[in-house]
């Protein structure tokens, strides 16, 4: 009698100990498994700051291999804008600018170093402040007013431009030049003066010479 309870008290020390042994095991295995610790921006935040990049981080390296970020704004458009980024167990998703208030979600697909994928989202608002704040930061930026528009050259041209003039030079003058007819006309005027002129002569010398003929007549 004594020896079969001694065998049943060890029969059952083994159960005991086998079974807690497993559920250790077990708790350990649930434990090691990759999950997200903290984002930026943070799960059902309210943003009145527009992000550039969505940050994830993970308690343990993640597999840069099949990890996928899918950032949805409302009406359903998609913000991602390149490839996601790893390093370790962060990963960072940039964003094309936000274009509308209101709720944006953030689906990630990613695979732990143990080969264990993980899935989920987070999500936050984004307010209307925010876009009147990207609007006026990016009109900042530009040096530019909402009522100035560049003239189509790319320059004013209310004024023509003043060119300085090297020491001693003197302006060219304004004035409109002779055009060819202009000369010309000249030209045919100092012909005619001239020509005139020449018959005016002969004909003074003609008359000087018959009054010679007349007096040796005589």
Known sequence: MARRSIR???VGLFCTVSIGCASTVAAQGAFAHNVLEASNPADKSELHTAPRTILLDFN???LPRFATVI?????????????????????????????????????FR??????????GQISFKLTTSALTA?????SASSG?????????????????????????????????????AEGLGTRALMALGIAAL??????ALSMRRRGDVDEDGH
């Open 8 to 10: 049943r008290m060890l």
């Open 60 to 62: 343990d390296k993640v």
């Open 71 to 107: 950032v949805s704004g409302p009406q359903g458009k998609r913000y991602e804008n390149g490839s996601v980024a790893i390093k370790r167990d962060t990963i960072r998703q940039s964003l094309k600018p936000l274009q509308a208030a209101g709720m944006y979600v953030v689906a």
């Open 110 to 119: 990613v695979v732990s170093a143990d080969g264990h994928p993980i899935k």
């Open 134 to 138: 990207t609007a006026e930061a990016a």
């Open 144 to 180: 530019e007013s909402p009522d100035e528009k560049p003239s189509p050259s790319g320059r004013d041209v209310s004024s023509p431009p003043t060119v300085a003039l090297p020491p001693g030079a003197q302006a060219p003058s304004m004035a409109r030049p002779a055009t060819q």
């Open 198 to 203: 020449a018959l005016i002569g002969v004909g």
